[in-house]
């Protein structure tokens, strides 16, 4: 069952901050999230598990509310380097294959 | 270290033909991903591999479409017959398995049909 992310595309000001929410109607055992510039391959940013654990990039923090299964991504004091789509990816069971949403495009401007 | 590398990364098919695609996984991990991603959407999941077994292959659209990794480390997705709809990036990716394990996506190969 693929995630819903919103909104669908974000433009702000270098140095302004962004969230981004990923919602799922399944019960989840992960949310990952990653960043896609064109061309590029995903790059992993965050995942949290049920039950609290999170690994990922010190400037970037994410939340998980396991009771609404959703998940959002904060951008705080956003660089141009943020600029690119944002997938989270659900994970329903451990080790199992992503279900990524349709992305969250974000533009940085100087 | 190295990280997952894909060939070829791009690949140009006449309708009809067969194409196979390669991947190489981060040494030591044992999960194995191929997604497919076509233009301006998330990835799609296609078949994934614990070792050397395919555990999940649901998300391959046809019969056309085959996937092995015989030894547990490199994995070929093969396209026999490809149709212009086949047209799409081919990402792969690798994780260690399980618990806080994200996984490393390869650069991909793009494919088109013509």
Redesign the interface.
Known sequence: QQPVQSPQAVILREGEDAVINCSSSKALYSVHWYRQKHGEAPVFLMILLKGGEQKGHDKISASFNEKKQQSSLYLTASQLSYSGTYFCGTEPRSGYALNFGKGTSLLVTP | GAG?SQSPRYKVAKRGQDVALRCDPISGHV?L?W?QQALG?????LT?F?NEAQL?KS?LPSDRFFAERPEGSVSTLKIQRTQQEDSAVY?CAS?I????????????TRLTVT
């Open positions: 997952v999960s991903f997604y959407q998330g990835p799609e999941f994934y614990q999940d998300g990402l994780s398995g399980q618990g806080l394990s994200e996984q490393y996506f390869g650069p991909g």
